[in-house]
């Protein structure tokens, strides 16, 4: 009997079990579903990435079974990905489904709704763990990522030595990593690929389709299956690597990327294995030893935040969406999509991700979070900003890092504290600074850095949470101390910032 297979778009994993089962009797279907595509503030060239990736991905299911049902977003502007493929397998009269867990919530709670149908559930290699084994373990009681992150490494023999020990003799290799940034290092090369002819077509009317999208489709330059998505990895790990860990938290106004392995996107979309990531690199440590705090940096990013991530978010939905959004906050200011703004690390950061639909990790905590946190603005439109703009984000990774990591909405069930700070840490590890028109050393008048005042009247707001946290309490005691007058001060710069802002004139 045949069945019929659902390939979520975040699912296109050639090599996956679920094609694996594929027989030539069998129906596979992929949905461009308009709707789930078009979302506010999405970037054209993520539009872009995933409907090229989707596209390849069903030439290549060809192999498996004559029967592909690509829906194309002509067919599909009114429906969602699952209803549409329960739409056409109706049509087929099949209702024994076969597909791999969805990593969404959402995805997961529509399913529970489609009764109808019978499904057989594969497990996602997209993630390194196996969550129904992680599961009893993870609930059982709240623990750091450290912990999290230390278990798989143990469990999967990464970065490892067969006497059971880590490699270079510890877990953990960050006081080796994220430097301050004391000279502009030399910008990497990057791997380019040939556009192809589907390429080419499927820009093109992504351009006529989307125009209205964020940025543009300049300089596009994804992978489009897996083949390509392994080169830039094993480009990154020859090439970049050992540069990684030192040059982790630099911002460079000159260079969007500084060593990192733009990845994610990959990663996400299911072009790349996490696990066979993580090997590569684990390889080369066992060759090349001097590597380990630069490789040790890497993996914890792979097999400890992105996977702790995942079963956080899982934790913590559908409360910390619904929780998010505060019509009473200020709203998204138009900087966040190219309005005008005079601070130098914000208007770069932005720029980098309108023209690249990305940024590195310590821009998006640290710059485009941080400020949004501190600017008290709505949390909501922040996490719609980051799910739009960003080619990696898919809502079960995006989500606890905004709301959790970024915003602090958790009440620090993901970070151990909020991840905020002046302009003091953002001249440490960046040259943005540099052409700021704001002064990073002041706190008030017209040239303060906005940053700082911002900042202090944070922990003036959250100083009876904050001060029993370790890791904060200091600033608040330092708080505490300011005069009557400077904390006056800092009210009036942070009422003028407002203002200012609101003005779009900050
Ligand atoms: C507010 C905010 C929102 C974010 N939204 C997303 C998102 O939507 N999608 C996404 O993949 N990452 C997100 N991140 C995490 C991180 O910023 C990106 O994974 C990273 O910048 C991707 O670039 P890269 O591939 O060059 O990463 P590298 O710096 O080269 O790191 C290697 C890999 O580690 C993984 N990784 C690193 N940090 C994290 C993290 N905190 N959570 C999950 N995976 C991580 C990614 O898969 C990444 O490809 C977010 C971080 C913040 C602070
Ligand atoms: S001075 Fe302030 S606004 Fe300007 S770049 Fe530095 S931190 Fe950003």
Known sequence: MSKVIWVLNDQCDIESD???SCSQEDHVIIVESRQELDLPYTHIKKTALILNVMRHFSHACLQFTPHVHHVTLDACAQHTQLEMMAKVSRQLGIFDVSMMTPKSYHHRETLKGMSEFKFTFFRDNNLISDEWVMWPWFKSKSFRMETFYQRLRISTGLLMDHNGQPLGGAFNFDKHNQNPLKTIPPRHTRISFTLDELTLKTLEEVQQKFSHQLGNLNDFNFAYDTHQARKACDHFIQHLLPYFGHTQDNMIQEDAFVAHSLLSSYLNIGLLNPYEVCRKVHDLVVTQPDIIASAEGFVRQILGWREYMFYKYHTLMPKLLHDANHPTMNPLPALYWGGHTDMNCLHQTIRDSLSHAYSHHIQRLMISSNFANLAYINPYEVHQWFLGIYADA???VEIPNTLGMGLYQD???????????????IN??????EGCFYNPKELTGERACPFNAL????????????????????????YEKFSDVKKENIRNQVESIFERLKKGQL
């Not at 900042?455 to 330092?478: A, C, E, F, G």
């Open 394 to 396: 898919y809502e079960w």
């Open 18 to 20: 679920l094609l694996k």
């Open 428 to 433: 440490k590890m960046s040259n943005y600074c």
């Open 455 to 478: 900042y202090w009247n944070y922990i003036q707001d959250h100083k009876d949470q904050l001060k029993h946290n370790p890791r904060m309490n200091m600033m608040v005691s330092t």
């Open 411 to 425: 009440q620090g069930q993901i970070g151990s504290k909020p991840y905020v700070s002046s302009a003091a840490y």
